[in-house]
């Protein structure tokens, strides 16, 4: 093709002007190895555009399983969800045997109410003083 | 009694037709998602998800005169949906990003290559003119198709596409001599 001709098509495909045919005419033209120096920079675009239209879709549609959307993603999600959900559930409401360190453990517990007990008995104690003091600041006070 | 059978081949003839035309588009399906999305798992989501809108309004799509045109509207509205929700998302943590000097620096290491270069300014783009030069120059599309698809006038798609072509003209350009210059 002469050049002028593809300077030609290249000023009305800047414009939007160019047709679907012309635009292969372009397209065939930068796929050749003979670009003239004034068009190389172009060269790129139209590689570009050739390699994006080879992209093609991965995923599979399955119109059976589509009349209710779930996603593989999302049916994992939510079956790793629900696993962990009875996981948590077992452990919480099927009973099991005690360990030792759970045993010990409330022991250690009752004992420790026990002292805990014993120390409110004190801090009563204790209270007897304030009052103690609050009625001999009376006392200093009026006389 | 007779005719029942024959009715529900003629619509199970007529689902298998409808299954084969929005299967045939699912490829310019996804890459006009991934023009959008960029990343390939949300693309193929998004065309999995139309299709399947597609396939359970089969009763009212199939009486449309153009169902590429509706299944690639519903694509971009797909996409465009999602970009939003993805940018209210975002929002919050734009102020992490500090180290933008160096986050262009990686860029310019990964784009250094010509044809992927072409891809980051086409990425660049705004939304719309992106939208549009992918329908024309990956896929192909009429003026008449285009429109239909962007909701637009095909005046309006000529500006945008002029314009984005335009941009991508003066990048690569620029690019081309910087290329030259370093070389020498």
Known sequence: MELKQVHKYIDRYLEGETSLEEEDVLEAYFSQPNIDETLLHYKPYFTAIAQQRKQRFTGSFNPVKSTKIISLKRFTAVAAASIVGVFVWQQTFVPQQPSPEEIAFEAFKTKMYLVAEQLNKGKQGVAYIDTFNETTNKYLKTE | ?184
């Open chain 2, 1 to 184: 009694m007779k005719q029942t059978p024959t009715k529900s081949l003629a619509t199970q003839m007529d689902k298998g037709a409808f299954l084969q035309r929005i299967l045939a588009i699912q490829d310019s399906m996804f890459r006009l998602a991934k023009s959008l999305l960029k990343s390939t798992e949300e693309s193929e989501d998004a065309v999995q998800e139309v299709l399947a809108k597609l396939w359970q309004n089969m009763n009212k799509i199939a009486t449309l005169s153009n169902i590429e045109g509706y299944a690639m509207t519903m694509t971009k509205n797909y996409c465009l949906d999602r970009l939003k929700s993805r940018q209210a998302s975002e929002l919050r943590l734009v102020h992490f990003k500090h180290d933008k000097a160096s986050a262009s620096l990686d860029k310019q290491i990964e784009y250094r290559d010509s044809v992927a270069q072409v891809f980051a300014f086409m990425e660049a783009l705004p939304k719309l003119q992106k939208i549009v030069l992918q329908l024309r120059d990956v896929e192909q599309y009429d003026f008449e198709t285009i429109a239909q698809i962007t909701e637009l006038s095909e005046g309006a798609v000529r500006v945008a596409l002029s314009r984005a072509r335009k941009t991508l003209q003066k990048k690569l350009i620029k690019a081309h001599q910087h290329g030259i210059e370093t070389g020498s």
